[in-house]
């Protein structure tokens, strides 16, 4: 936190079954693709960097959409399902672990 200014976005995962939940989740996703459009266009970040999580999933997005260039890094063994997807239409993928390369989830 030292020196960053922490700005809330609304997020909620998804669960891994069929259930009323998800339909809130994916109405709260939208809520914060336009939190994410609203952050980005006050701070033009000349890159945007995804760590992982849900949270990080709507703004990455947006970045991509928006045309800024976009990285994802993993610090897991196994990644996740955010880094997963986002790791498709991100320009690179960083890895903390080669471990992760073994998976070959990501794109190289």
């Given at each position: 936190r030292?020196?960053?200014k ?5 997020a909620?995962g998804?669960k891994?079954?069929i259930?009323f939940?998800n ?8 809520i914060?693709?336009?939190q994410s459009y ?8 000349d890159?945007?960097?995804?760590t992982g999580g849900?949270v990080?999933?709507?703004v990455?997005l947006m970045a991509?959409?928006?045309g800024?260039p976009?990285?994802?890094?993993e ?6 399902i955010?880094?997963?997807?986002l ?7 960083f890895?903390?672990?080669?471990l992760?390369?073994?998976f ?5």
């Amino acid at each position: 936190r030292e020196g960053f200014k922490i700005i809330k976005i609304k997020a909620r995962g998804i669960k891994r079954k069929i259930c009323f939940e998800n339909l809130t989740a994916i109405v709260i996703f939208i809520i914060s693709l336009f939190q994410s459009y609203k952050i980005i266009k006050k701070y033009k970040p000349d890159i945007v960097i995804g760590t992982g999580g849900y949270v990080s999933g709507s703004v990455v997005l947006m970045a991509v959409i928006l045309g800024i260039p976009t990285f994802v890094h993993e610090q897991n063994v196994i990644p996740g399902i955010t880094n997963k997807f986002l790791s498709r239409i991100t320009r690179a993928t960083f890895f903390i672990l080669s471990l992760c390369a073994l998976f070959n989830i990501f794109k190289t």
